[in-house]
């Protein structure tokens, strides 16, 4: 019997096994509960949904999973709560490449990305977004930039390789980029009971469970078994061929094609094949770039002046995952200084200014007060 099938002949997951090595304080717990609230409130989709995002407490945490409580009313934390806070990139890590070619003989790109999970999953998801290519069209007087594979659906295979992944194994979540597809490998392979054909109609079992919960509170996750049937949908309406799942036993692989869809910003037919990829179609620099010349043209008919409040949601859509959790820890306290962003995102003072900075040239956010009792508004 290996180690993983005793948890689970025993009702548990790998994830849930007390750490009694390790010890936590109450202001360890309450800095893990606020971090958790902060990311729900940057990944809620509307004003209905944030209110609707609830306190996370230790009771709430041991009800998960996250923390273990003894008999003589000790709480330890479990591995979920080692692998939620970062505190081992021996055993949580995803490591991020970008490939010439079709193979793994030559990289482009490479990055390994630690601390807590949910950044993890940010930082690959913006690797893989700056790695393809993006399309645009105009909509009115805006623009609209679309990638040749869909962001969601990119977003949740890196979460469900996560919350799949085996962390009894030495290797680690991997994802890989070439020039005809894009390629997430998670460590474990099926569970029992699971086949490819059975995933494909939404299926599942989980294996972290302590880390689903978790995820599905900080709004990462809509519901279990819902993802595949999803990116199925999504990959069909982009006009590009099914994913690709491969059952590797110690491992799953689901690959996604890169294709040609003008409508969706696709990136050619297969990117080795004979067809070009459109002038209009680049690869995403780190930064934002210009708009292409033939896109900045209004026609006349369209030169109203656009609508405020379009231009402040689009603010916000466009905002990078740490700037959305400082907004909303705004919203919900009315003003924030940069040593609480420090310690909200687990950065160095320095660098929350900086992030703070960009916020406010970027109009997202207002600073008031002299130097030494400077705080940010709304």
Known sequence: MTQEMYYESEGRSYDTVVRSDLY??????????ADMKAVALANCKNDIQRQSVKNVTKNVLLSWGILSETEDGRIHPTNAYVFLTGQDAFLSKIQCG????????????????????????????????????????????????????????????????????????????????????????????????????RMKEGYSQIRNRALAHAFSYMNLIEGWGTGIPRLMQEMKEYGLSEPEFLDMEIALRINL??????????????????????????????????????????????????????ESANNIKEMSYQQKIIY????????????????????????????????????IIRRIGAAGSTKYIL
């Open 24 to 33: 936590i304080s109450d202001e360890d717990i309450e800095k893990l509960c």
């Open 98 to 197: 970008m490939f010439k070619g079709n193979t793994r003989a030559v990289f482009v790109d490479k990055r390994d990305y630690g601390g807590p999970l949910w950044q993890q999953v940010e930082e690959s998801f913006r690797f893989v977004l700056r790695n393809i290519r993006l399309g645009a069209k105009i909509e009115g007087v805006y623009r609209k930039d679309i990638y040749e594979l869909p962001p969601d659906s990119i977003r949740e295979l890196i979460i469900n390789a996560v919350i799949n992944c085996s962390f009894l194994q030495t290797s680690h979540v991997q994802v890989a980029i070439y020039d005809d597809r894009l390629e997430i490998t998670s460590p474990g392979g099926l569970m029992p009971g699971v086949t490819v054909g």
């Open 328 to 363: 909303h820890a705004i919203a919900e306290k009315e003003e924030i200084t940069s040593a609480e962003v420090s310690q909200l995102l687990g950065v160095k003072q320095r660098r929350a200014r900086v992030i703070l900075k960009d916020m406010v040239d970027s109009g």
């Open 257 to 310: 094609y890169r294709s040609v869809n003008v409508e969706h910003g696709g990136a050619g037919e297969r990117l080795n094949g004979s067809k070009k990829v459109p002038d209009s179609m680049e690869k995403m620099p780190d930064s934002a770039g210009d708009v292409p010349d033939k896109l900045k043209k209004v026609p006349d008919s369209a030169r109203d002046v656009p609508d405020p409040s379009k």
